[in-house]
């Protein structure tokens, strides 16, 4: 008799698939493409078409009532004689300057004091982000009013330490520092907890292995925490580069771009030209330089990642 083992027979009794596998294979990618058409069509809809549009205006005279004419790279070339273009350029560079790395340090700081050792961390993690999901207009409004002469600002300086305060807002070297640490306060809390959730990963194990080697806490984070999080450090400061030049309700809501155009920034300067002097075709190239000295930044940034991200 002949012996049939166990795998023969299970082959035999399995129902084979007819199927052709180039068939489920098909099916399997229409359904993906199925899935990707809808955010593949408001891509394309939403923001591609509106990038390319912003590209032919910027190439033509287009006033906000009558027809368009070709002038071809004018308005470049107008932008860069103008010096509104350059101090909003200049202004912007330096909120940036400025913001991101002060955002980056407080919201680090949050996050490592912040660890699971602190009681209701929990409620002190909402109290810290909710700035972030508040309006940032209603926002504006309050630390306009809180940095106005005779404020709370000024009048608790007054009361405690006998100093009276400048007017932040009308001084043209306190405007744009106002402006930031208002700005700071708004907007550290999303990274806070982007830094939080990371360290709350880092593995213990590495954590005792170094307290028994004898590190302190400095060496601890710098060493250890630091690197395990920098994917998470990258991250941060990317998105922030990239707020942090499109800032504009700010310096709108407290300065107006004021005192003088100490705080105008670039993308203010856009809605300048395009909607109060209905120069369409200089606000949008101004917008197309703004794109491309983000994309430059953003390209920096991920070029530069390889030497100081660790993804192990």
Sequence with gaps: MAHVSAREVTAAAAPKDHRPG??????????????????????????????????????????????????????YRQLISDPAFRTALT????????????????????????????????????????????????????WRMLYQPNGAIDATAQS???????????????AMIAIVIMSVWQGFGYNM??????????????LEAASLDGANAWTVFWRIKLPLISPSLFFATTMTLITSFQVFIQPYIMTRGGPGDSTVTLVQFIYNQGFTFQKLGLASAAAWVLFVIILGVTAVQFLGQKKWVHYE
């Design 22 to 75: 180039g068939r489920r294979r098909g099916w399997s990618g229409a359904w993906g493409v199925g899935f990707a058409a809808p955010h593949a069509l408001g891509l394309a809809l939403f923001t591609l078409v509106p990038i390319g549009i912003a590209l032919a205006m910027s190439l033509h005279d287009w006033p906000m009532i009558g027809s368009p004419s070709w002038i071809g790279f004018e308005n």
């Design 91 to 142: 202004n912007t560079l330096l909120f940036v300057v400025l913001y991101v790395p002060l955002n980056l340090v407080v919201s680090l700081g949050m996050a490592a004091w912040l660890s699971p050792k602190i009681r209701h961390r929990q409620i002190f993690r909402v109290i810290f982000f909710l700035p972030t999901v508040t309006p940032i207009v209603a926002n504006a409004v309050v």
């Design 160 to 174: 405690f330490f006998g100093i009276k305060l400048p007017d932040f807002l009308a001084d043209p070297h306190w």
């Design 193 to 206: 907890i982007v830094f939080s959730s990371a360290l709350d990963s880092v593995p213990e194990s590495q």
